[in-house]
């Protein structure tokens, strides 16, 4: 099913636990709130993740850094889901379900 994911337990169902990959990087945004992974160069991913109204709501350590807080849009299509940042105003990246 392609389009938007607006709810936490569509979130949840589709996307959450589930492995994501971009090229040399991978994360995996777990159903208990944490997220891991592995960025481009290896550097450890590290953060925690809760729902808020229709927004995927983030706080990810990386590369030795707390990046900001954002509020993404979450929408997906067969194997790829996208977030784009700053609630759908910013950069979107696309991943592939692994």
Same mark, same amino acid.
């Given at each position: 099913?392609?389009?938007?994911?607006t709810t936490e337990q569509d979130?949840?169902? =589709?996307?959450?636990?589930?492995?994501?990959?971009?090229?040399?990087?991978?994360?995996? @945004?777990?159903?208990?709130? !944490?997220?891991?992974?592995? $960025?481009? &160069?290896?550097?450890?991913?590290?953060? !925690?993740?809760?729902?808020?109204?229709?927004?995927?709501?983030?706080?990810?350590?990386?590369?030795?850094?707390?990046?900001?807080? &954002?509020? =993404?849009?979450?929408? @997906? &299509?067969?194997?790829r889901v996208s977030f784009a940042h700053q609630r759908g105003? $910013?950069? !979107? @990246?696309?991943?592939?379900?692994?």
């Amino acid at each position: 099913m392609a389009g938007n994911i607006t709810t936490e337990q569509d979130f949840l169902e =589709q996307v959450a636990g589930k492995r994501l990959v971009d090229g040399n990087s991978w994360v995996i @945004i777990n159903p208990d709130g !944490t997220v891991e992974g592995v $960025g481009p &160069d290896q550097q450890p991913v590290s953060g !925690t993740w809760s729902w808020s109204e229709t927004f995927y709501r983030r706080s990810i350590h990386f590369d030795g850094k707390d990046l900001p807080e &954002d509020l =993404q849009v979450v929408s @997906i &299509d067969g194997d790829r889901v996208s977030f784009a940042h700053q609630r759908g105003a $910013g950069e !979107t @990246i696309t991943w592939s379900i692994g």
